[in-house]
């Protein structure tokens, strides 16, 4: 996270441990050759878990910043507060809309601005932010990141380090703060977060 004046910035973190847990569900269903629960979501080979952590619900958005090496594709879905992965598995229906995406094409430049719906972009980060206004202890929220390389013949390996590189830019809510506080210290106090 990068405070910028009334600016915040917040980083996705992978989860290491939350993407095995859901690696360790889809190769247990194949060793012992059950099928997925009716409307389960499993892990795919080229998904991994990650996190945003939000310093306060106070939060609108306010724009992507997002890099991708070469060539590929990264699709950004993210996950409704509502799952509990050490009790249930994750389901199609706690998945939010619209999901984001990002490209660069085969032939492209390397250096050439990536390519993304920017109404469904803007769509996605305003629904993150209403995520963090109703979070009440746990401050977060968890995403689906996937990432194609090389679109026109194979996915990549995972290596030791993504592909990519994202980060959200996001401004406090000051209207928020207007409407549930009635002095200027109560506005003020907010600046930093």
Known sequence: MEAEGTRTR???QEDVKLSEMMRLRVS???RSGQKRQDGERLLLPHEAIYRLDFPSQEL???RWFFSLSGHGRVTVTGISQHWTPDLTPLMTRQLLEP??????N???PDDSPLKCL???MQEFGERIAELAKVRKIQIQSCFLLETFRNLHDQISEAGPDPPFATELLWRPDWSRRLRTSSSPAGLG???GH
């Open 99 to 104: 999901i984001g995406t990002f490209w660069r």
């Open 106 to 108: 085969v032939g492209d």
């Open 10 to 12: 917040l980083d996705f």
């Open 118 to 120: 920017e109404a469904d």
């Open 60 to 62: 609108s958005f306010g």
């Open 28 to 30: 247990s269903l194949q």
């Open 189 to 191: 106090g907010g600046r």
